[in-house]
């Protein structure tokens, strides 16, 4: 049996030989990843309700803070950032606690048309005792139906509406969902764990913070990484109840080498977000509309999607076999993807691959079963990290 050293380091030259298209993930610079891997990673550092320090040696830990908050303010334009969470989902958590009661009542997306299952009511709202209900949407149109919102809204009066989803190709009407929450004095939160990234990089809906109280999500999915949440918010009341939800509440201990791995991803994301965010919508459509004209039938023909991810069709599961079997077949040829259906383009993107035709033939041959090793090889050798510093 090899020791775990042994076993990391091969997992390491396995990374090196596959090419990544899962729609959550994402790889972290060597810079960022150097600030993971340093004495951070053992320490605490913790400001206590009467702003003394509880432990020693902490004066460049907070100043690291401090900067990696002062990056993410800047990357999204907030006069607030909450940046300790450990997760989107503890970035949720949090965020939730800032905003409801117990017993009330908040909207969200269902799983079943791409909403994030945290939300379905065995899970936070069992935990917190609230109560979810949905918020129609079409999976035909990819939409919210705002009309059909409304009447629910006014009905049911939210303490809270959530949006955002585990499976996103489609901007909402933000606007419209505000008027529709101001009716109620509902407040919105916009859960962004899969497109902080491009969100940051202003080409995937770019007002998510103009019109939601609380913006929130993953900091690893487009974001740049480590994995992480971010809270961000303009509002100084919610911004008190959101720092009150975190300590000794949802978590103690915040990661001080994860703060400081994600001020430099975030500095990266100011500076190249808005080519990279580009990149990625472009390449998903092209990647889409190539994979469905090869004959793997990709969801929204002929927009296929907006976001960082293609989602693929249940027609294909006849012919090719259902999502797990696909998964398992892009695997075999060093090709990552998840076993729900979703294609990512991040992180393909990141290391600068442009020619969406040449990969979306290779990924689709890979469905219908060919050996496509070689090609896989081959594209990676022209492959060339960007967007880091
Ligand atoms: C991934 C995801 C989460 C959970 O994020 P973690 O960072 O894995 O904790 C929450 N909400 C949505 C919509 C997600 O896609």
Redesign the pocket.
């Known amino acids: 049996m090899a020791s775990i050293v042994e076993m990391v380091d091969n997992y390491e030259r396995f990374r090196r030989d596959v090419l990544s298209l899962q729609a959550?993930e994402n790889f972290i610079c060597s810079h960022v990843k150097m600030a993971l891997g340093t004495d951070l990673g053992g320490r605490y550092s913790h400001v206590m309700p009467d702003g003394r320090n509880a432990y020693g040696g902490t004066d460049m830990i907070e100043g690291i803070f401090r900067e990696s908050e002062k990056n993410v303010k800047t990357l999204y334009g907030a006069k607030y950032a909450e940046i300790r969470p450990?997760?989107?989902?503890?970035?949720?958590e949090i965020s939730l606690l800032s905003t409801i009661d117990k017993n009330d009542t908040i909207m969200a997306i269902g799983e079943e048309h791409g909403?994030?299952t945290?939300y379905m009511n065995d899970y936070l709202p069992a935990m917190l005792s609230f109560k979810t209900e949905l918020i129609p949407f079409s999976d035909q149109k990819q939409e919210i139906d705002y009309d059909a919102l409304e009447k629910k809204v006014l009905e049911i009066k939210p303490k809270v509406m959530v949006l955002?989803?585990?499976f996103?190709v489609k901007h909402y009407d933000l606007a419209r969902v505000r008027e529709i929450c101001d009716r109620t004095g509902s407040k919105l939160l916009y859960?962004?764990?899969?497109v902080m990234g491009l969100i940051a990089g202003k080409k995937f809906q770019p007002d998510a913070l103009k019109y939601s109280d609380i913006l929130f999500?993953?900091?690893?999915?487009t974001f740049f990484g480590p994995?992480?949440?971010i809270i961000l918010t303009n509002d100084p009341d919610l911004n008190d109840r959101i720092k009150g939800n975190v300590v000794w509440k949802t978590m103690d201990n915040y990661h001080p080498n994860r703060i400081a791995a994600l001020g430099i991803a975030a500095q990266d994301l100011i500076t190249f977000g808005e080519s990279y965010a580009g990149w990625v919508t472009s390449n998903s459509y092209t990647l889409a509309r190539t994979l469905n004209d090869s004959g793997i039938a990709v969801n929204n023909s002929p927009w296929y999607t907006e976001s960082h991810q293609i989602l693929l069709s249940k027609d294909n599961f006849g012919k090719y076999g259902d999502f797990r079997t696909i998964s398992t077949k892009l695997g075999n040829n060093r090709l990552i993807a998840d076993a729900e259906g979703r294609i990512g383009t991040a992180e393909i993107t990141r290391i600068g691959l442009t020619d969406m035709v040449s990969l979306g033939e290779v990924v689709a041959d890979a469905i219908k079963g060919k050996d496509v090793r070689s090609r896989v090889t081959e594209i990676l050798r022209s492959t060339n990290v960007k967007f880091c510093r």
């Open positions: 959550s450990l997760g989107g989902h503890i970035a949720a909403g994030y945290g955002g989803q585990s996103v859960d962004g764990s899969h999500g993953s900091t690893h999915k994995q992480g949440g």
